[in-house]
């Protein structure tokens, strides 16, 4: 019978909340599936996800796979793939690098960051976002083994189905290129915030913040007052007001909270496509053209600089009535 | 040293919310957009100059060389030009159609590109604005069995050029890298900020002007003497066979843009008591 194997994402041994979404991905296809997860000392991370409904926990751990490596994970998760009919991950960073390179060594097809599944017939069809969002397509992989990798903000979390999965070792295979690459370290971005990708509330600041200090002292204390995910626009992280991770659109992070308040971002196709499925979306724009108005529930035509302490005080005032 | 970067001809992505599906679903249309270079492939040129030359002469480092190649219609080598008067010095165009590509077989092509063509370095954007797919590097540098480093923000090319160090845009943080050359990057947007190449070559000190550079008309008109070199893509020998196939293309739900609040106050009793958000 034909099956799925999910690929687990650990960071640092723990495992990263992004797996939940693959495994979303797995339960709406239908078929059943067993989970994989690639890193070293992942014996907690594996064990966190027995109770997800998978088959088989399978675990491949070896000190060479301390850190993501395209080259050292590749070869390993393609021979855990084997007798498979599909091998899926979530889109993240991890497995939008991972996905394309699993898909050559099984010979396989990739539908990559897809936003759907369908199954039917014995087929999966998947529709997947182009043109930064302004198509939907539907498409099929032609090959008997198939790749996929899941947008994380269209396949929410997977919750625990019960249940106690066995957890099964895996063969490592060695990585033929070691010798050519090389981990040198991790820059991590490190923020007491929850995660873009997994809040409920994202407040995204533009270049209008003029700066790194405009994003501290303006933009910070509603992002909190919210407990919120902050996000940002191309510019503004161009420009170096804030780290690279926090840029939300096509060709950054796509985030699909309860509410967004985009507060001085024009809202560039670029942007919007990061962004529009957002349940509520407010904008602070000074401009009453703004394109970010087009699709804003709530737009406040204001300076930011008076209206968001202003909202800020506001804001607090409600939470402390209750 | 010797770099290949490969472009794709996209429709202006600026733009994108104005393509339109064709009847019954069974094509995007693009009529009237105008055709540009993938973003991100023009930053790949970029990122290659500023490999291959001292920012702060021009001058560009003797033996070194930039090929630009590219799968798509004889249209394309207009695109092409655009690289060569950026400073590439010769193209490639493997003509066919965009329908009859998938990302595999781009990247069975270039391996075919790459074996013929041995260059050091393989430079490609992160992914094709059109498609959104994101792939192509990463199945080349598995075909190839090069190491490879997607998502790059940072590249320094040590002095021997013999490896480089190149720094990843990842979820959290940035990863650094360092490659044993030959080995693929794939570029992300920081790639064209003012430090973010180093060659040992160019000064220290030298700034670069925030993203890629500007065509002056003496380049544009150099660029025309400038070989493309054009055969069909089933010269490469490849399995045109794709491997994913398009059913139907729909637009997205259009969203409704609601309403302009007068001010905070209204604003946040919106939110409470009819988005109940607060
Ligand atoms: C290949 C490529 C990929 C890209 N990917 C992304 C992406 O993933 N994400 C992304 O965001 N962008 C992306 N972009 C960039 C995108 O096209 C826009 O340039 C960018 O989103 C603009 O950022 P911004 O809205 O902050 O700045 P601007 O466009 O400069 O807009 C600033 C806005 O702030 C308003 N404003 C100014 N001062 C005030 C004030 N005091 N109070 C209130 N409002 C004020 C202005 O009216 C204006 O609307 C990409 C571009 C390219 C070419
Ligand atoms: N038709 C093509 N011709 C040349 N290069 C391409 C083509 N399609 C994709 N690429 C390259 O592969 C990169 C990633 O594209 P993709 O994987 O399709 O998102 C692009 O930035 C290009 O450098």
Known sequence: ??????????????????????????????????????????????????????????????????????????PTVAEAAKGYAVVAVTASSFGKDLAPRVAVRLGAGLASDISAVEASGGALTYRRPMYA???????????????????????????????????????????????????????????????????????????????????????????????????????????GYVPNDLQVGQTGKVVAPKLYIAVGISGAIQHVAGMKNSKVIVAINKDPEAPIFQLADYGLVADLFKAVPELTDAVKKVRAEG | MKILVSLKRTADPDNANKIKIGAGGAKIETTGLEPKANPFDEYAVEASLRLIENGQTKARNAGDKLTVVSFGPKETATSIRQALAMGADDGLLYVTDDESLDGDLVARSLAKVVEAQKPDLVILGKQAVDGDSNQVGQALAELLQWPSATFAMSVELSADKKTAIVGRE?????????????????????????????????????????????????????????PIVEAPIASLGVDVALKSKYVEFALPPARKGGVKVKDVAELVEKLRSEAKVL
């Open chain 1, 133 to 239: 969002g302004n198509a939907n397509a539907k498409m099929q992989i032609t090959t008997a083994v198939q790749v996929v990798s899941a947008r994380q903000s269209e396949f929410a979390a997977a919750a625990p189905s019960g249940g106690a999965s066995p957890v099964e070792k895996v063969a490592v295979v060695a990585n033929p290129l070691a010798g050519r690459v090389e981990f040198l370290g991790f820059d991590e971005v490190k923020s007491a915030r929850p995660d873009l990708a997994e809040a409920g509330t994202v407040v995204a600041g533009g270049r209008s913040l003029k700066s790194a200090d405009g994003f501290k002292t303006v933009l910070e204390p509603l992002v909190d007052v919210f407990g919120a995910a902050m996000g940002a626009s191309r510019a503004a992280v161009d420009a």
């Open chain 2, 170 to 226: 990842v979820d959290g943080g940035v990863v650094k890298l360092k490659l044993t050359l030959p080995a693929v990057i794939t570029v992300d947007l920081r790639i064209v900020s003012p430090k973010s190449v180093v060659n040992h070559v160019t000064p220290a000190t030298f700034n670069y002007a925030d993203g890629a550079r500007f065509t002056p008309l003496p380049m544009i008109i150099k660029a025309k003497t400038k």
């Open chain 1, 1 to 74: 019978m034909s099956k799925i194997l999910v690929i687990a994402e650990v960071a640092g041994a723990k495992l990263r909340k992004t797996t939940l979404s693959a495994i979303t991905f797995a339960r709406n296809s239908g078929l059943p599936f067993d989970l994989l997860v690639v890193g070293h000392n992942v014996g907690a991370a594996a064990e966190d996800l027995r109770a997800d409904g998978a088959g088989v926990v399978k675990v491949a751990d070896d000190a060479s796979l301390a850190n993501y490596v395209a080259e050292a994970f590749t």
